[in-house]
């Protein structure tokens, strides 16, 4: 995790919804409060206050240092919310469920493209990994960093996952997004006791040439721990996070090394996934324009 200092991250809670605001005003043909899909009472869209932001950080506490083993800073202890600089220059994916007279955000995703990152303090996963040649790599490339995903405990079930990728889709196809990426985190700081899903991305998933990447010098944990014959795919599956899996089916391939977060107890993957590479099903099912659970 990337510490600029507890001024700093103050300051940035003052300047959130400024920042949100401006953002939104880039795109004029992107209206934030305009309902990116629903399904019964659970709608998902982009936050466009300062309030929801916070709504969205006190979930992101709940789930990753109440229900996790995250170890919190002194701010997000004092606050209870998950706070870092970034959230001041991202937008946030919210699921809410409306059910209630008060909707409830049940479900969030944080959302930061490149011109965004550009504008403030860059992107949270070159904190762990060397992202400068991907991007090198691809300069006509729209990018789009996916992360702080977290949903409800009561909500974990195909609805709000569908949702949510609902969301993310109409938003890559809105702003005209090439290549998404972020890191994906497996519970535990013991690469050995990961050693079999580990392998499992490494040898079947890795990002080759121009989608290459690995992490920053003096970070890497080897996910090459297994020979490709000794693993047994369908319990390497099984051991993979949920998250993780639905990158994989959508056809995301995977960093050549693993980060260890302490703060978060985790050990982090990169995921690389150029919209060219989904899988054609899951288009076909959320629509080329993200029709399916249009509001």
Not at 27 to 48: H, K, Q
Request: charged share 25%.
């Amino acid at each position: 995790m990337i510490d600029l200092g507890e001024g700093f991250r103050e300051w940035t809670q003052d300047q959130t919804a400024q920042r949100l605001i401006r953002t939104f005003m880039d795109d004029a043909d992107f209206d934030p409060a305009y309902s990116l899909g629903r399904i019964g009472s659970l709608e998902v869209r982009l936050a466009t206050t300062k309030k929801e932001i916070k709504k969205a950080q006190r979930l992101r506490f709940k789930v990753f240092y109440e229900e996790m083993s995250a170890t919190p800073d002194l701010l997000s202890r004092l606050k209870r919310r998950d706070i870092d600089p970034f959230d001041a220059h991202c937008d946030h994916l919210l699921v809410m469920d409306h059910k209630d007279k008060k909707p409830k955000v049940i479900g969030t995703y944080r959302l930061l493209r490149q011109d965004m990152a550009a504008r403030g303090c860059g992107f949270y996963t070159a904190s762990e990994f060397d992202i400068a040649p991907l991007l090198t790599a691809h300069p006509t490339a729209r990018f789009l960093e996916l992360g702080r995903s977290c949903v409800l405990k009561a909500y974990r079930d195909k609805r709000t996952v569908e949702l949510l990728w609902h969301g993310i889709w109409t938003y890559v196809r809105r702003h005209k997004i090439d290549i998404m990426f972020g890191c994906a985190s497996l519970a535990g700081t013991d690469p050995q006791a990961l050693a079999l899903p580990l392998s499992f991305l490494h040898h079947t998933a890795s990002a080759e040439g121009a989608l290459a990447a690995k992490p920053v010098t003096g970070r890497a944990i080897n996910m090459n721990r297994m020979e490709a014959h000794a693993i047994d795919a369908r319990k390497a599956i099984h051991a993979l996070p949920p998250l993780i899996k639905g990158y994989l089916r959508l056809g995301a391939r995977f960093g050549d090394g693993a980060v260890i977060d302490r703060q978060f107890g985790t050990t982090d993957v990169l995921v690389i996934l150029p919209v060219s590479a989904i899988n054609p099903r899951y288009i076909d099912y959320y629509g080329e324009d993200a029709t399916r659970y249009a509001a």
